[in-house]
C-alpha cells in the first residue's frame, strides 16, 4: 500500500490554516483554568511535590500573531539540552568503538512468548551482559556513562538559549525552545512564548553561551539518582 503523502502545515490553504487556528484558539480559552489562556498542552504541569528536575521539558501549543500560525513548540530547560547533547557524544564515541558484528549485537532485540489471561503474547526477552576488553570489563551502557561523566568533567558542551523553527511539520510549525529555568513550567511557558514573540516569532540564539556554572556539575543519571535516594530517605528531607 502506497503510504499517504502528508502536507507540511505551511502549505495548506489559508482557509484551512485559519479553520486549525480558530479550533486552537477555542481550545486554549477552555483550557484556560488548566493552563492560564495562552497555551494548551497534553502535560500535567504544576504539579505539586514534584521535583523541579523531572520538569525539565514539555510540549506546547499557542497562537502565532498573523491570526493562522500554530506554534507546535518542545521547551526544554538549558540542563536537559545539555544532558542531551553529553549523551549523544558519549553515545557515538562508544559506539564508534565497536566493529559492526559488535554493533549488531548491541543493536539486537529478542522477543519471548508468555501467557496472559489465556493469550499468547510477547515481550522483550532479557540480553545476557555483554562486557568488552576495549572498555576495560564494561558494558557498552557502563562505558557510556564512564564516557558522559568525562565529558561533562572535562569537556562540557557550550550551550545557548535558542528558538528554532521546523516547517516540515504537519500540524502548526515545529518550534524548539531553549531556555534556562530550573524547570518547566505554566510561567515559565508563558515567559518564553513572551520571549518568542519580542523577537518577531523567528529563529534566535542567544549572542553567547550560558556560563558553566550555570549548567550542570553531574551526569543526567548521577542527578537522577541522587533525587531517587532523596525520596526514600525516610527522614523530614525526603522529597515526596
Given amino acids: 500500500m502506497r503510504q499517504k503523502k502528508t502536507t507540511p502545515y505551511g ?9 486549525n487556528f480558530i479550533r486552537l484558539r477555542q481550545k486554549i480559552r477552555n483550557d484556560t483554568s488548566i493552563y492560564g489562556g495562552q497555551f494548551t498542552s497534553d502535560h500535567v504541569l504544576n504539579e505539586p511535590g514534584r521535583p523541579a528536575l523531572y520538569n525539565q521539558w514539555a510540549d ?13 513548540a518542545t521547551i526544554i530547560t538549558a540542563a536537559r539540552e545539555f544532558w542531551d547533547v553529553v549523551e549523544e557524544l558519549s553515545f557515538t564515541r562508544a559506539w564508534d568503538m565497536l566493529t559492526p558484528e559488535e554493533q549488531s549485537a548491541e ?5 519471548e512468548p508468555i501467557w496472559s489471561n489465556g493469550h499468547r503474547m510477547f515481550r522483550m526477552a532479557e540480553r545476557p551482559k555483554l562486557v568488552y576488553e576495549k572498555y576495560s ?18 569537556e562540557p558542551p557550550e550551550i545557548f538559549e535558542s528558538f528554532e523553527t521546523d516547517r516540515s511539520y504537519c500540524y502548526g510549525t515545529g518550534l524548539n525552545m531553549v531556555v534556562h529555568v530550573d524547570e518547566i513550567n ?19 540564539r542567544s549572542a553567547a553561551p550560558l556560563l ?6 553531574e551526569t543526567e543519571n548521577a542527578a537522577f539518582s541522587r533525587i531517587r535516594m532523596q525520596q526514600n530517605t525516610p527522614d523530614d528531607t525526603a522529597i515526596i
Avoid: C
Fill in 60 to 72: 506546547a501549543y499557542f497562537l502565532g500573531s498573523d491570526g493562522l500560525t500554530i506554534w507546535n
Fill in 137 to 154: 570489563g564494561l558494558s557498552f551502557i557502563e562505558y557510556q556513562d564512564k564516557l558522559a561523566e568525562e565529558i561533562v568533567q572535562n
Fill in 186 to 204: 505554566q510561567a515559565t511557558i508563558e515567559e518564553s512564548i513572551r520571549r518568542f514573540r519580542q523577537v518577531g516569532e523567528s529563529n534566535w
Fill in 107 to 111: 543493536a539486537e532485540i529478542k522477543f
Fill in 212 to 217: 558553566r556554572s550555570e549548567l550542570p556539575m
Fill in 11 to 19: 502549505q495548506l490553504s489559508r482557509r484551512k490554516q485559519r479553520d
